[in-house]
């Protein structure tokens, strides 16, 4: 098959090809998406760091931290499991996402009521200021606006996404907080400039959803239906509650137990080390409809190329990005202020802990599908070992305050996510789902020697003609040597035809979650 990697294009069948294609096709958008995301986020970390200094930043990201926690929890796992209700609805798909708007809104109401009424959850150990207590009704529009990218992309819409979260809201974010710094609200001036973020963000997800769904005809609230709905996502919902845990549960305690300012450099660090998880993130959502119609059809083998073809150039590509950060990762953390280069430690740990966790990742996407019950149990397992490795491993008295021990417990976490979920989701397809392969380890080699001599040459230097010779070099070498065949489709813009086939590929109907 042409997703295998392993054969040519013109070997695969032309259904396999065109699926192949969107699969590249969805992931060629979202990853110009994330390269615009990477400019705006790091604006925002120079001027929070350099303007707002390491402890207000600290108390941000745990502010923010709680506020998408109940937002994610607010969406319910539609984020992921609109698809399914909308395949079985083909007529009436406006219908399915006005319930799960509806549904996202009841919850997100009521996650923001209890955080509007007890602001110190999201404020511990700090002075609370005006604004404070009610940061939290922000809520309802990043769960909505979730939803509604949701549903567009059930369609092959990436664009509404790459607009919404790649453009316009990490730049009003950098723009507003850097106008904000130089006025008399620059003690909330990153708040603000969040709550301004995500209702631009809002209006542009909500936009393009209304103009492709409009209003459901003949719709109704229909309790049990809501209920039904809630019911049977509530598997996806667990899983999104594990995959935040296992993102954000260094932060949780060290807030806990660390001072705002640790918890503002080890952000910084998580920050700058989570580019490369969106890597992945950018075939989420052409990847979940190519999978549901695959394994509705018993295509199981198909199903687990497509895994191992998405997972194969997610390595590719963090591979990359990782050596690149890692190796002038001193230079990249200094760049946001003095304080900042002590967590050179804690950013090559949660940069192993990208290459770790993207496998499981992956597979989790087809999981969700073919045994939620078991992913849900194996991603909460891998929740409770983070979290006891993590207090294990947090020194209080380390020169982090227990940064890289949270780090460290991260990665181990990870690689356990890695493996076990892989294997399961190979017994569940009868094929192999990794994409490891050899030509990652031999593009890699010759990059760390090179990085080598770039950690020589003055820092300016390391951040700019270094950085930048790093990912090209080993792009060149991955290109030339470890893209092979269908690999080519991610970058190719050639296939016209097989692209026009892909875009009217049927969405086939839903897959019953295994309850197991």
Known sequence: MAATGGCTLAESRPSDAAETAALAKGGRTSFFGYVLRL?????????????YGAEALGRFAYATMVVELAAMLATLGLRRGLAEDMARRPDDEAGALMDALVVALIASLLGAAVLVLLPELLFPATRLHPLDRWFAAIIPF??????????????????????????IEPWVLSIAALALAFTAWKGDGMLIAYLLSMVAAFFAAM???????????????????????????????G????????????IFILGRFASAEVVGIYYVAQQIASLPQ??????????????????????????????????????AAQLGVVLAFGLVGKAAMGLFGPA????????????TVELFAAQAAVAESALIYVARGRNLVWSLAGLVVQ???????????????????????????????????????????GQPVAGWRLSLLLAGLPIIGLGLIVQRTPEPIQLTIGFFGLLGSYGFIIWRFGFKGADRL?????????????????????????PR
């Open 340 to 351: 900042f280069a002590s967590g050179v430690l804690v950013l090559a740990a949660l940069l």
């Open 207 to 237: 936009a393009p959803a209304v103009r492709r769904f409009g209003w459901p005809s003949g719709w109704r609230p229909d309790p049990a239906r809501l209920w039904r709905l809630v019911r049977t996502n509530s598997p996806l919902a």
């Open 387 to 429: 979290g006891v490795l993590t207090l294990i491993l947090v020194p209080m008295d380390g020169p982090l305050g227990g940064g890289v021990g949270a780090a460290l417990a991260l990665a181990i976490a990870a690689l356990l996510q890695s493996v076990v979920k892989s294997r399961l989701l190979q017994a569940r397809l």
């Open 490 to 514: 991610l970058f190719s813009r050639g296939l016209k035809k097989i692209e026009t086939e892909a875009a009217e590929l049927p969405l086939g109907p839903v897959v019953p979650g295994d």
């Open 239 to 250: 899983a999104d509650l594990s995959e935040w845990g296992a993102r954000r549960l260094d």
């Open 39 to 51: 400019a705006a986020r790091f604006p925002f970390l120079f001027i929070a760091g350099r303007l």
């Open 278 to 315: 969106r890597l992945k993130s950018s075939f989420d959502p052409i990847l979940g409809p190519v999978l549901t119609r695959n394994l509705a059809a018993g295509n199981l083998a198909k199903a687990a190329s497509h895994v191992r073809q998405i997972s194969f150039w997610v390595a």
């Open 142 to 167: 990043i769960a909505l606006a979730d939803v509604a990218l949701a549903g567009l992309a059930f369609h092959h819409d990436i664009g509404a996404q790459v607009r919404a979260r790649s453009i």
